[in-house]
């Protein structure tokens, strides 16, 4: 990855960091990944899921990180659910890892996946768990330490609205 890459939890989520983090989400769903959304994928429904995420991150609900490429345009994202049910508190979800297309195969992911990962130590969290639809990704949470727990057929959808399996995993965030 190039150093030029910086990756910083967003403290509070502005619209400089709504247009950016919705061209991301745009370009991954576009581009098939099955993330909660289907085609066509506009800037509105984009930019209304940002509002979103940006008020559960106010109310210290989630956490939001992005990766941001040299001329601080953002090239990747994830979040960390904080708020569980309350005999789970222990836990987080790992969400919406999303990396644009342009910005791939220069091990963002990994960097992602470990700030995310230490974001959510130093939120009290000591596992994680995550869904994913991509093999792509199962290889990197794999490499990265995680445990893949099983396959559930037809659980999504792609964007285009073919079905999906998605693949269970989960990470104590002591090993």
């Not at 106010?58 to 960390?80: C, M, P, S, Y």
């Amino acid at each position: 990855m190039s150093d030029a890459i910086r990756i910083r939890v967003l403290e509070t989520i502005g619209e400089r960091e709504i247009d950016g983090l919705s061209d991301v989400l745009i370009d991954c769903v576009e581009g098939g990944a099955s993330v909660s959304f289907m085609l066509p994928m506009t800037r509105a429904k984009a930019d209304r899921f940002w509002r979103g995420a940006a008020a559960a991150v106010a109310r210290g609900e989630r956490l939001v990180f992005a990766a941001e490429d040299g001329a601080g345009t953002i090239v990747g994202t994830v979040q960390i659910i904080l708020a569980q049910p309350e005999n789970q508190p222990h836990r987080g979800d790992h969400a919406k890892m999303l990396v644009h297309r342009r910005a791939r195969r220069r091990g963002l992911g990994a960097a992602l996946l470990a700030a995310a990962e230490d974001g959510a130590r130093q939120a009290g969290k000591t596992l994680l768990v995550l869904d994913t639809a991509s093999d792509d990704a199962e290889r990197l949470y794999a490499r990265n330490g995680w445990r893949r727990c099983g396959e559930i057929p037809s659980y999504a959808l792609w964007p285009d609205g073919r079905s999906c399996a998605t693949t269970f995993f989960f990470k104590f965030l002591g090993d």
